[in-house]
């Protein structure tokens, strides 16, 4: 069932690179505190439930597969109305609207500081909002806790995962913890670990593990069991090309099982390859959502990005591009790259390179690809991503 994003081609997955001088970066968040992070560990324990908080039941796989993008709008499982929050001086979300129908994918796309924790955290309750209300399977967030917490799943921003176990001890242990039986936990570890790549590591203390193996082995724990609204906090951030395309391939399996999947993440192929709706959050505010076409529309289509092999005559590049009609293209003229947004991107590629071969300009490299974050923002907003703090907004 797992299929290629065709723009994977053009540019390394995840990268959202552009060639643009004036892309801001994006800023490091605020990470969790350890002591709020150990907290949510141990709440974890009080209820067996926590961060992790999924009911204890273990896979059935009797649900029947369902292609993502093909199932017909249903019921909404997530329903979100108004919901605020507030730390301090800082406005984390502003009234947010939001439902996402059952088995379906939500992907939540921002850049660091624009809300997406703080949703993910009020919506699996580890966190109260300070106005609005939300549901999940029809219980709310703050008055059906622990009944929504049998049948959400979370894999947090930070991975919680217990060092000082191997990576096998830890999936047996969160078993255990969800009630399953000894035998049964086990056969689930050792799936899970043969899933992502973690098997030859298994007996090692996580203490020894990558980056990258502790966000699978974390992962991994979140679905030992099958929770039926699963939360994943940039699941792939952190991770390496094939990782990446590894776990897209999970997440879609887990939906074709029929979980409902709300993930946040701040690349647009990764939402627009797993997404049916993508929700874009900037400031604590949702300001588009839609199909991945739909937004696509919304921001002028896919980005044709090519190197002139001779960059002292960009300008001439430009000007023969520019009859196309295609659209204004941005040139960088000291690195010689040139973008232009797209709708029929096939067509444009194959006429830039006629175009370009007719004044005998080389190409160093052309490619077709998605917009980057950057680039979605600048369509939607008229600005890149912040250059301020959500906090330093009015
Ligand atoms: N516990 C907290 N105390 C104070 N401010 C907070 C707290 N949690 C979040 N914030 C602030 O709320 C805003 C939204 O943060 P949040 O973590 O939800 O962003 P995010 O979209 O998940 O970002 P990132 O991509 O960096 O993870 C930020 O300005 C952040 O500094
Ligand atoms: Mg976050």
């Given at each position: 069932m797992s299929r290629s994003p065709g723009f994977?081609?053009?540019?390394?997955?995840?990268?959202?690179?552009?060639?643009?001088?004036?892309?801001?970066?994006?800023?490091?968040?605020i990470p969790i505190s350890d002591v709020q992070h150990d907290k949510l560990i141990k709440e974890s324990v009080k209820h067996s439930e926590g961060s992790r908080m999924t009911a204890p039941q273990p896979q059935t796989g009797s649900r029947t597969g369902r292609r993502r993008g093909r199932r017909a709008e249903s019921e909404a499982i997530i329903s979100v109305q108004g919901i605020r929050k507030t730390f301090?001086?800082?406005?984390?979300?502003?009234?947010?609207?939001l439902t996402v129908s059952k088995g379906t994918v939500l992907g939540l796309l921002g850049p660091n500081g624009a809300g997406k924790t703080t949703l993910v955290r009020i919506l699996t309750t580890l966190l109260n909002p300070d106005g609005g209300q939300a549901t999940i399977a029809g219980h709310d967030v703050v008055r059906d806790r622990t009944a929504l917490r049998r049948i959400v799943g979370l894999a947090g921003q930070y991975a919680a995962v217990d060092e000082n176990l191997t990576g096998r001890e830890n999936l047996r242990m969160v078993g255990r913890l969800y009630h399953l039986e000894r035998k049964q936990a086990r056969r689930r570890a050792d799936e899970l670990l043969d899933r992502f790549g973690l098997l030859k590591a298994a007996d090692r203390l996580v203490k020894t593990y990558s980056g990258g193996m502790r966000r699978r082995l974390d992962l991994a724990a979140s679905l030992v069991v099958s929770p039926e609204v699963l939360f994943l906090d940039e699941p792939t951030t952190g991770l390496d090309p094939r990782s990446r395309t590894d776990l897209w391939d999970v997440i879609n399996e887990l939906v074709a099982e029929g979980t409902t999947l709300l993930l946040t993440t701040q690349y647009l192929e990764e939402a627009d390859y797993l997404a049916d709706k993508i929700?874009?959050?900037?400031?604590?505010?949702?300001?588009?959502q839609g199909t991945a076409d739909e937004l696509k529309r919304q921001i002028g289509g896919d980005v044709l990005e090519l190197h002139v092999g001779d960059r002292a005559r960009t300008d001439a590049?430009?000007?023969?591009?520019?009859?196309?009609?295609?659209?204004?293209?941005?040139?960088?003229?000291?690195?010689?790259?040139?973008?232009?947004?797209?709708?029929?991107?096939?067509?444009?590629?194959?006429?830039?390179?006629?175009?370009?071969?007719a004044?005998?300009?080389?190409?160093a490299d052309i490619a077709l690809r998605r917009p980057s974050l950057d680039e979605v923002f600048l369509a939607l907003t008229g600005h890149e991503t912040a250059e301020q703090p959500a906090e330093e907004e009015e």
């Open positions: 994977s081609r053009c540019m390394p997955a995840g990268a959202g690179t552009s060639c643009r001088k004036s892309l801001v970066r994006l800023k490091p968040g301090g001086d800082v406005t984390a979300l502003k009234n947010i609207d929700a874009v959050i900037d400031h604590g505010k949702i300001i588009a590049a430009i000007e023969a591009i520019a009859d196309l009609n295609v659209g204004e293209p941005h040139a960088d003229a000291t690195s010689g790259c040139i973008t232009l947004t797209v709708t029929n991107g096939a067509q444009v590629l194959t006429q830039t390179i006629r175009a370009l071969d004044i005998d300009m080389p190409i």
